[in-house]
């Protein structure tokens, strides 16, 4: 699914949403340059592989958190885990490094990438930006309505304290 799809996608299923269109952006730091109406909702999006390169994992963490990798290993009982290759990315999400997004779920046809998402996403206001496939631009959307549109796609969903 691309922005345009996305877009569709989330007017279709009457989920609320807000739409801004910004210059590419890459990094936290490149979004921060960028003036959003929510800042508290900003998420960062790890996209992960064990070691053996059987599990993969995106985590949607709140925009000012960092993930302790061997702490999620505990916590979760994965395998070691890296970062995934852009060529991993790509295939398996259809997404380009800098636009790692939970939305790019919607692209995983198998259902194999395990979600986990950040509990203090929910708190009030309870919204996240991320971006719809395209680090072009950052939709806002309620968190549980994120959480539902990928459950109901199919993807395994954990909500994580930390």
């Known amino acids: 699914m691309n922005k345009a799809a996305i877009y569709q996608l989330l007017t279709d299923r009457h989920i609320w949403h807000e739409i801004i269109e ?7 730091a490149d979004l921060s340059q960028v003036t959003l109406p929510h800042p ?3 998420a960062k999006n790890l996209f992960l ?7 993969d994992y995106l985590v949607t963490l709140k925009g000012d958190r960092r993930l302790d990798l061997k702490a999620f290993r505990k916590t979760y009982g994965t395998r070691r885990l890296s970062f995934a290759s852009a060529a991993e990315l790509q295939t398996m999400l259809g997404l380009k490094t800098g636009a790692v997004t939970p939305l790019g779920l919607l692209n995983d046809a ?4 395990h979600f986990y998402i950040d509990a203090a ?3 009030a206001p ?3 930006g991320v971006h719809p496939n395209d680090n072009t631009a950052t939709v806002y959307l309620k968190t549980a309505d994120l959480i539902e549109l990928i459950k109901d796609h199919g993807n ?4 994580m304290t930390q």
């Open 40 to 42: 508290e909702a900003e």
């Open 156 to 159: 395994p969903v954990t909500v």
């Open 110 to 113: 198998p259902h194999q990438v």
């Open 121 to 123: 996403l929910l708190e």
């Open 22 to 28: 910004h210059p590419a952006v890459y990094t936290m």
């Open 49 to 55: 592989r064990d070691d053996h390169h059987v599990n």
């Open 126 to 128: 309870g919204i996240i």
